[in-house]
């Protein structure tokens, strides 16, 4: 069981880069909570479906949606047990709030929101035009 904390969000202007960072907290002595879960990010904006951004599987592979690729970055440093989303230019549709998430490890490096079993609090990115 981990516990996910997100920070990072904020306001920017669109064109504008962020970076959302994700700790993991191992509620056992052992900390391979950010080693042996799928990890990934999602966000939500009222009215619409919570929307897979990407996803990093516990061997290293990577996935993004559609809408992020190209511009935004996923990585996990396992010693530090963070997670990181690096956001470039960023635009105005891609304002929302956005959540960390740990899956299972057997859905690999997408997985859906239904996949999730923890999910973080929530940060807020608002990109204005």
């Known amino acids: 069981q981990v516990q996910l904390v997100e920070s990072g969000g904020g306001l920017v202007q669109a064109g504008g880069s962020l970076t959302l960072s994700c700790r993991v907290y191992?509620?056992?002595?052992?900390?391979?909570?950010?080693?042996?879960?799928?990890m990934g990010w999602f966000r939500h904006v009222p009215g619409k479906e919570r929307e897979f951004i990407s996803g990093i599987s516990v061997t290293g592979v990577i996935s993004y949606g559609d809408s992020v690729k190209g511009r935004f970055t996923i990585s996990r440093n396992n010693a530090n047990m963070t997670m990181s989303l690096q956001m470039n230019s960023l635009k105005p549709d891609d304002t929302a709030v956005y959540y960390c998430a740990a899956a299972s490890p057997i859905h690999g490096s997408s997985f859906s929101s239904r996949d999730v079993d923890t999910w973080g609090q929530g940060t807020q990115v608002t990109v204005s035009s």
């Open positions: 191992e509620r056992t002595p052992v900390r391979w909570g950010i080693i042996r879960n799928a």
